[in-house]
């Protein structure tokens, strides 16, 4: 379980890929919804969107000609759905200031 954890955590140790996942939780998103949002080169957000597939948390189905983007249905959300738990722990989106 904690090598399951440490990866999840790795993966997620990064700030475009918790936003890109803040973006997802509140519904299903184009790249070009994303890319709005975040301002990247589309090659950077790519890669950031392969990363968060392989590891589970989203995924991708074809639109037409656009890929729309989501969490993965495995992913378990809490707190009124404002957090993910990754089973060791919550990754929480809610604001704390």
Known sequence: MQSF??????????STRLEVLE???????????????L?????????????LREEGFVTATR???AVLYQLDPTVQRANAGKAIDLGC???SFESHR
Not at 5 to 14: E, G, H, M, S, W
Not at 23 to 37: D, E
Request: aromatic content about 0%; charged content about 15%.
């Open 39 to 51: 301002g990247l080169q589309q090659s950077l957000l790519s890669h950031h969107l392969r990363v």
């Open 5 to 14: 954890c440490a990866q999840k955590l790795k993966t997620l140790a990064d």
């Open 89 to 91: 722990c919550l990754l």
């Open 63 to 65: 639109d037409g000609k």
């Open 23 to 37: 973006l997802l939780m509140n519904g299903p998103k184009h790249v070009g919804q994303i890319n709005a949002v």
